[in-house]
Each structure stands twice: as C-alpha cells, then as structure tokens.
C-alpha cells in the first residue's frame, strides 16, 4: 500500500539502503530537498550505487554536495565491488578499458592488473562511454573489435542511462553491454538489480528486520529490492520524470507494479 507522507513511510523501518544519481543528487548539485530527508531518518543507512568507481570517489563528491557524513553508514557503488570481487579472484590480469578518463583508475591500486591494448587484453573493463555523452553509433567499431577478439566484457555499470535535474540523459556502460551482448559477445554484470550489490549493503545492516530500498529506476533499484526480499520506494522525479513527465501516483504505479511505495521526490 503506498502512502503520501514520506515520514509516514519510512517510520516503520529499521534501516535504509538509498540510491544516488536520481534520489540524493544528479552528479553535479543535490535534489531540493534531498539533504534535509537525509537527515530526517533516524535509523541507519547506506547509499547504494551503480557508480563505476570505488566508493572513496562517491564521498568525495558527496563532500562536496555538503551531504554530512553523520547521515550514513557507507556508500557502496558498483564500481568497489567489481574492485574487491577482481581483486579476490585474479582470474585475469589484463583488460582493455572501455569508459572515459574519470574513471581509468578504478584499479590503478592493484599491481595484478593491466590495462592493454586489444590484442593483449584478456577481458574488457567497462566502466562507461569513451567519454561523457559520445554518440552510441560512434562506439560501434569499437566493439566490433572487442568481439573479433572473442573478449568477455565486465560492465561496471548496469544502467542505460543516467539523467541530470535539467533534462540531460547520458548513456551508461549498460548501454554499451546490451548492446555487446547483442551482438554475441559475453557480458557479466556487476551492481544494482544483482544479489551481489544488495548483499554488499546489507553487511552494513546486520540486525535490520525491515530495511527500505529508495530508489528511482524500475529495473534496478526496484527490481533488485525484490529480489534481495525488502520493500522499496519509487522516487518518480529522477529518470521517469525526464522519460514520462510529473507522473500520478496510479500512472507511477502502472510502469511500477513491484514498488512498495511511490512518492514523487525524496524531501519531507
């Protein structure tokens, strides 16, 4: 049953896991509001993203932002799990970086690893486009290089896209993996709507009976709130907004069926 009150909605909770990129921020300035429901929750959270970079750099811009630390227990982006999940295994040592610059380190800090050329390469590490808003059509040949080497594919981040308070829509690694995966290459997914990523917040949790995922996207948040077993609340002003427009409750709930909740912003 979905409620209107957002205090009303999250008072029965013992714990929260909260998404980033459409619910706290856009990655560049915070949602209006944001900040102060943050603060409001009095039971422990954690933020869960599908950033592909390690979690250190998701702090830095909530720094940033002015999100106070005192506010969560941990930030978990898809980008420190694929880290720790490469570091544990060492299945490979070499990779052909897919993705812009920004994120070029994400394990710089592993001496096992490599990043080569094509030919060398034993997998590819996607992270995202060549760099941000590069056309879809441009990076084809790209790909089609990658699957001429037979090489498998970790994609970092399993959103298609990602859209900013202004309207902007920007594709993500999901994108680019989808569209591998079309094309017959060998695509494994790291992050939201994967078990992979709710266990990793749910360690933070120990103890929480009824833990709320809040989060934007139906088919990752949601989705990955149902599979993990927990309730979830649908925050429409993110990437539905900019796809659907201001969205009523029933027509939310429509694009929506699995979500606990719907509210259309994360504010009190």
């Known amino acids: ?129 060549e760099y941000d808003f590069q056309p879809h059509e441009e990076v084809l040949s790209t790909l089609q290089k990658l699957l001429n080497h037979d090489l498998p594919l970790l994609c970092v981040n399993r959103d298609y896209e990602v859209v900013k308070q202004d309207g902007t829509q920007m594709l993500c690694a999901g994108a680019l993996a989808q569209e591998y995966e079309s094309m017959g290459g060998n695509v494994t997914y790291i992050g939201k709507p994967h078990a992979i990523a709710y266990d990793a917040a749910k360690k933070h949790l120990v103890g929480a009976q009824r833990i709320l995922m809040i989060g934007d996207n139906p088919d990752t948040d949601i989705k990955g709130a149902k599979g993990a077993g927990i309730d979830s609340l649908l925050i429409t002003g993110g990437v539905l907004k900019v796809k659907h427009g201001a969205l009523s409750e029933k027509a939310a709930r429509k694009l929506c069926p699995d979500a606990t909740h719907i509210l259309p912003a994360f504010a009190l």
């Open 1 to 129: 049953m979905a409620m209107t009150s957002f205090a009303s909605i999250t008072a029965p909770y013992d714990a929260f896991i909260i998404d980033l990129w459409g619910v706290i921020h856009d990655g560049t300035a915070l949602y209006p509001g944001a900040a102060d429901a943050l603060a409001s929750l009095t039971k422990p959270a954690v933020f869960l993203s599908n950033a592909p970079r390690q979690s250190f750099k998701a702090q830095e811009t909530l720094d940033k932002l002015g999100v106070d630390r005192a506010h969560y227990q941990a930030i978990i982006t898809s980008g420190q799990i694929a880290h720790d999940r490469l570091k544990a295994e060492k299945k490979f040592s070499k990779y052909y970086y897919l993705g812009p610059g920004k994120d070029e380190d994400i394990l710089s800090d592993l001496e096992a690893y490599e990043s080569v050329d094509v030919e060398e390469a034993q997998f590819v590490l996607n992270t995202g486009y």
